[in-house]
């Protein structure tokens, strides 16, 4: 799906005159599909689409379309075009809480943070549960730069929607930004719950606890970077480097007893081997650079700065 | 009175940096030359990350690599580190941009920061200011200060007071960042968190940096 899009983005780029609904069409589905974000293209595109194109959708995918391009114009900051994309939603929908949701975000683009609460309050009070408007309100308050709320609202939320995936990625990110990795921890191992088998959170765990470091942690990052290489198929830069540097910290030493042990004391001269095939195959002017670096952590004299 | 002088070439890269993760924040490195005097001269940057600027495993796989890079290609040294938030707010050096700054700081004492201060940015794209950038260097008290905020040095000692661009043309800076975002060239520049994702992609950005010859036409950059 990322040539296709790479394919439509180049063949609209080229496009003299106005682009072809088709391709107009095909971008804007794929960029939902793909869940990219690329605001100012949307917009632009979308905007095209609307005002010529309209008749080539199905009512469904009008509004869905309205409602990406209003999101993105949000995103790129153009307030008048967004302000009235957002209205002919409100007037197609007027009853709806999702297209009520979207005057909420305006007033958050426009950084009015008050009014923005004000509406999903009310929106709220119709429906304490909406989760789309509990999620703006922990955007609304990371907007205003209050982490600490954010996070315990977002805490809340999880507490009864636990599958939400995304949220635990937003909660995990916030917990980062005020440095309570212990707590990140915690929400990637819901993640690696929920979805088993993504190698990008088991690296991304394995990166926690390495922050956070100490004997334990650098153990078990290091079986979790393994993981990853193991989902990977080896082809993990960030996996083979962490195992590299978890066991420059590890100075404790396996003894040759089986299977396990044996793949515990060679992991690491397998990791380097497969980081100097990459970096032959794919970036050789950075074999210089990376040679030294591999060198001094499988000696495991300390590395980085 | 000690002087840091940034070459125009490692400003836009910063820019470009921001520009392709508008909604991230941003990190890198500052290279270039400490001089007679502490003088900080900044000839490049390295993009390091734009999504786990907390975690310590990119910064210091980034770090040692860009530091290997210099030992082995001479001429430059790491003299700095840069940073810009993902929100909008005043360009201040965050308490992790600080521990980070730190690190930078105990290999090269003569360290300074750059924070690209997003309401400048603004201010900056509407050519109501000059520079967007914010300078910060370490007063004695072992803290990052804004260049020129502490007044005279307690121990009556040099401080950095501005940042100077080289050739002093901001309004020249500007109209070729507009350049470079028009034609999408900050799609062309990588960090190092996008190198460990996909190998071939070049953190060194060494056609980037060619790349701005021919779109700046007449420029020698």
């Given at each position: 799906?990322?040539?296709?899009?790479?394919?439509?983005?180049?063949?609209?780029?080229?496009?003299?005159?106005?682009?072809?609904?088709?391709?107009?069409?095909?971008?804007?589905?794929?960029?939902?599909?793909?869940?990219?974000?690329?605001?100012?293209?949307?917009?632009?595109?979308?905007?095209?689409?609307?005002?010529?194109?309209?008749?080539?959708?199905?009512?469904?995918?009008?509004?869905?379309?309205?409602?990406?391009?209003?999101i993105a114009a949000l995103d790129s900051h153009a307030l008048q075009f967004a302000a009235s994309v957002v209205a002919a939603i409100n007037r197609r929908f007027p009853e709806s809480v999702r297209a009520k949701r979207l005057q909420g975000m305006y007033y958050e683009a426009v950084g009015d943070y008050n009014?923005?609460?004000?509406?999903?309050?009310?929106?709220?009070?119709?429906?304490?549960?909406?989760?789309?408007?509990?999620?703006?309100?922990?955007?609304?308050?990371?907007?205003?730069?209050?982490?600490?709320?954010?996070?315990?609202?977002?805490?809340?939320?999880?507490?009864?929607?636990?599958?939400?995936?995304?949220?635990?990625?937003?909660?995990?990110?916030?917990?980062?930004?005020?440095?309570?990795?212990?707590?990140?921890?915690?929400?990637?191992?819901?993640?690696?719950?929920?979805?088993?088998?993504?190698?990008?959170?088991?690296?991304?765990?394995?990166?926690?606890?390495?922050?956070?470091?100490?004997?334990?942690?650098?153990?078990?990052?290091?079986?979790?970077?393994?993981?990853?290489?193991?989902?990977?198929?080896?082809?993990?830069?960030?996996?083979?480097?962490?195992?590299?540097?978890?066991?420059?910290?590890?100075?404790?030493?396996?003894?040759?007893?089986?299977?396990?042990?044996?793949?515990?004391?060679?992991?690491?001269?397998?990791?380097?081997?497969?980081?100097?095939?990459?970096?032959?195959?794919?970036?050789?002017?950075?074999?210089?650079?990376?040679?030294?670096?591999?060198?001094?952590?499988?000696?495991?004299?300390?590395?980085?700065? | 009175?000690?002087?840091?002088?940034?070459?125009?070439?490692?400003?836009?890269?910063?820019?470009?940096?921001?520009?392709?993760?508008?909604?991230?924040?941003?990190?890198?490195?500052?290279?270039?030359?400490?001089?007679?005097?502490?003088?900080?001269?900044?000839?490049?940057?390295?993009?390091?990350?734009h999504s786990t600027l907390t975690l310590a495993p990119a910064l210091e796989i980034g770090l040692a690599q860009v530091e290997s890079y210099t030992h082995i290609a001479g001429g430059l040294k790491i003299v700095g580190y840069y940073q810009s938030d993902a929100r909008f707010g005043p360009g201040d050096l965050?308490?992790?941009?600080?521990?980070?700054?730190?690190?930078?700081?105990?290999?090269?004492?003569?360290?300074?920061?750059?924070?690209?201060?997003?309401?400048?940015?603004?201010?900056?794209?509407?050519?109501?200011?000059?520079?967007?950038?914010?300078?910060?260097?370490?007063?004695?008290?072992?803290?990052?200060?804004?260049?020129?905020?502490?007044?005279?040095?307690?121990?009556?000692?040099?401080?950095?007071?501005?940042?100077?661009?080289?050739?002093?043309?901001?309004?020249?800076?500007?109209?070729?960042?507009?350049?470079?975002?028009?034609?999408?060239?900050?799609?062309?520049?990588?960090?190092?968190?996008?190198?460990?994702?996909?190998?071939?992609?070049?953190?060194?950005?060494?056609?980037f940096s060619a790349g701005l010859k021919f779109v700046l036409p007449g420029n020698a950059l």
């Open positions: 799906m990322e040539i296709e899009l790479e394919e439509v983005e180049r063949q609209l780029r080229g496009a003299k005159g106005v682009p072809s609904a088709d391709k107009l069409i095909k971008y804007l589905r794929l960029m939902r599909d793909l869940h990219i974000r690329d605001s100012p293209t949307v917009a632009r595109y979308g905007n095209i689409l609307l005002r010529h194109y309209k008749n080539h959708l199905s009512e469904e995918e009008l509004w869905t379309v309205y409602e990406q391009v209003a009014k923005a609460e004000g509406v999903y309050n009310d929106l709220l009070t119709q429906d304490a549960a909406n989760e789309m408007i509990l999620k703006r309100m922990v955007a609304l308050e990371r907007s205003r730069g209050n982490l600490t709320t954010a996070i315990d609202a977002l805490r809340k939320y999880l507490d009864t929607f636990a599958n939400d995936k995304e949220g635990w990625e937003e909660l995990a990110e916030m917990y980062l930004e005020v440095q309570n990795y212990r707590q990140a921890a915690f929400c990637y191992e819901e993640l690696l719950m929920h979805v088993p088998g993504n190698s990008s959170y088991f690296v991304r765990y394995a990166d926690v606890l390495y922050t956070i470091g100490g004997p334990t942690n650098y153990k078990t990052a290091r079986s979790y970077y393994a993981k990853a290489i193991e989902l990977t198929a080896g082809g993990s830069l960030r996996a083979l480097f962490g195992v590299l540097a978890c066991s420059a910290h590890i100075t404790d030493k396996v003894t040759l007893q089986d299977a396990r042990s044996r793949a515990q004391i060679e992991l690491p001269d397998v990791s380097t081997q497969a980081l100097l095939r990459i970096y032959k195959q794919h970036a050789p002017d950075k074999l210089p650079f990376v040679e030294p670096i591999l060198a001094k952590l499988l000696s495991g004299h300390g590395h980085g700065l | 009175m000690v002087a840091c002088i940034v070459d125009q070439v490692a400003l836009l890269k910063i820019l470009a940096h921001a520009a392709k993760f508008p909604s991230n924040s941003i990190n890198g490195v500052l290279l270039g030359n400490c001089t007679e005097g502490s003088n900080v001269e900044i000839h490049d940057v390295v993009p390091l990350c965050s308490p992790l941009g600080r521990k980070i700054a730190d690190k930078v700081f105990e290999h090269q004492s003569d360290a300074v920061v750059l924070v690209l201060d997003n309401k400048r940015l603004e201010q900056f794209c509407k050519a109501q200011v000059d520079n967007p950038f914010e300078l910060f260097n370490r007063d004695g008290a072992k803290a990052w200060k804004r260049a020129g905020s502490s007044g005279a040095a307690a121990d009556g000692g040099d401080t950095v007071t501005k940042l100077q661009l080289k050739g002093n043309d901001w309004k020249q800076l500007r109209e070729e960042f507009f350049t470079v975002f028009k034609q999408l060239k900050h799609r062309t520049l990588y960090d190092f968190e996008e190198h460990l994702d996909d190998p071939a992609k070049d953190w060194l950005n060494r056609n």
